[in-house]
């Protein structure tokens, strides 16, 4: 089965800064990669989804890439606010999901 | 719309008990799933429906039964259970690309 890794447990980022958060597969390229937000006691809510042949996706704040040579996803948010801190998820797949365990980030006003 | 609701919020069992956790979808999607969260793991997947009627295994199926009777109930089952099933447990619907999430239920097992 794929493994999903997001390598950094926890971000601190100063308020008004880029947050970056990485995704990393280790097998197959998946055909989908998508990004979810959760807050502490409540369940995940999506974000962004990025398909195979995109290479960049953008949602406001948020930017999401797709490097299939790296095997590798970058989740972007610009202009940080407090507001943003939460545990962000990545997942493979479109139905059936593979998750990483997430990156806690919180931004410091 | 209510979205994916879940219930019980909260419960506590003892090890060899039985019960229902309930999940109901309002969006008249046909695909709905169950997972398991725990810490340093992530999210996996327990069970999966793709309509009324149609069920199969996701990743970590054992000690758990699900029937899909509705299109808007999904319900998991632990027919006996043990602290290892000590868990939070989110169940999901997906409309389009986008996967929706209940609130969860938080299960101890004693």
Request: proline share 5%; aromatic share 10%.
């Amino acid at each position: 089965s794929q493994k999903i890794e997001q390598n950094s447990e926890a971000l601190n980022i100063q308020e008004g800064k880029t947050a970056t958060l990485t995704c990393n597969y280790t097998n197959y390229s998946p055909a989908y990669l998508q990004w979810y937000r959760q807050d502490p006691g409540r369940g995940p809510v999506f974000l962004l989804l990025i398909r195979e042949n995109e290479k960049e996706k953008r949602k406001e704040r948020l930017k999401v890439t797709f490097d299939t040579t790296l095997k590798q996803s970058l989740f972007h948010i610009t202009a940080s606010q407090p507001a943003d801190s939460a545990t962000y998820l990545c997942a493979t797949g479109a139905n059936n999901l593979f998750f990483g365990t997430g990156t806690r980030l919180t931004v410091i006003p | 719309n209510a979205g994916v609701t879940q219930t019980p919020k909260f419960q506590v069992l003892k090890t060899g008990q039985s019960m229902t956790l309930q999940c109901a979808q309002d969006m008249n999607h046909e695909y709905m799933s169950w997972y398991r969260q725990d810490p340093g793991m992530g999210l996996r997947l327990i069970h999966y429906s793709v309509g009324a009627g149609i069920t199969d295994q996701g990743e970590v199926p054992n000690g758990y039964n699900v029937s899909r009777s509705t299109t808007e109930d999904f319900p998991l089952r632990l027919l006996s259970a043990a602290p290892s099933q000590t868990s939070v447990y989110f169940c999901a619907s997906r409309g389009g690309e986008t996967q929706y999430f209940g609130p969860g239920t938080r299960l101890l097992v004693l």
